[in-house]
């Protein structure tokens, strides 16, 4: 079984509905990130925790929220979609490494849709 | 704000021989850069990190190194193989925490 798992895998929605992308990973890390990456534009911070109590914004946190249910489980709301949130997500957790970095591990990504 | 470029155009080479792939970066003093590769379809994977204070690193076939005067990356694969065809993404952070990341620059190895 994959480490980090993201479902729904593919979403088309219609703007102004809410929509909410999960992610789960059982490398039992506590730093998990969300990801929107853009032809062009390269892969850019929504947001971040560090842990189940920690959440904070990331580049581009308007019109996003999150929710870390657990230390397994963070998951990704748009309250109300509009077309320039198509694009594709991506969920990654993060650990210290033996370099005393810390490497980041992604999910398959989500590919969104909003019409 | 920071600024990460990497080659925008797609990267063509034959096999067997050397890909270099560069990441230029403004405006920013980043003390640590990553290396992903990512394929169609897929998300990022890991291959190597670089240090501010380390010129070189290297892994089997790869080699980055890291020029913090010219704030520039470069990225080496020896011996390229079709395999190694994917996009390559660098990645910067100043605290290890968060990582910005390039546009990334496409790699093809023609058999």
């Known amino acids: 079984d994959a480490d980090v798992t993201q479902t729904p895998r593919n979403r088309i929605t219609k703007t102004g509905k809410r929509i909410m992308l999960e992610c789960s990973q059982t490398k039992g890390h506590d730093r998990m990130y969300w990801y929107r990456q853009d032809p062009g534009l390269g892969l850019r911070l929504i947001y971040y925790s560090f842990d189940v109590k920690d959440i904070n914004k990331g580049e581009i946190s308007d019109g996003y929220s999150v929710s870390r249910q657990a230390q397994a489980k963070f998951s990704l709301s748009l309250e109300s979609a509009i077309p320039n949130q198509t694009a594709l997500y991506f969920c990654?957790?993060?650990?210290?490494?033996?370099?005393?970095?810390?490497?980041?591990?992604f999910g398959p990504g989500t590919r969104l849709t909003v019409t | 704000s920071q600024k990460i470029e990497q080659n925008s155009e797609a990267l063509n080479i034959q096999e067997g021989k050397t890909a270099t792939l560069t990441c230029n970066y403004t405006?920013?003093?980043?003390?640590?850069l990553q290396w992903y590769r990512q394929d169609p379809g897929r998300g990022p994977v890991f291959l190597l990190l670089i240090r501010e204070n380390e010129k070189e690193k290297r892994k089997e076939r790869l080699k980055v190194t890291f020029d913090t005067t010219l704030k520039q990356s470069l990225f080496h694969i020896t011996a390229s193989q079709p395999a190694d065809s994917a996009t390559y993404l660098c990645?910067?952070?100043?605290?290890?925490?968060?990582?910005?990341f390039g546009t990334g620059t496409s790699l093809t190895v023609i058999p």
């Open positions: 990645a910067l952070s100043t605290t290890g925490n968060q990582f910005y």
């Open positions: 405006n920013y003093s980043p003390a640590y």
């Open positions: 990654a957790t993060s650990d210290l490494s033996d370099s005393g970095v810390y490497e980041q591990y």
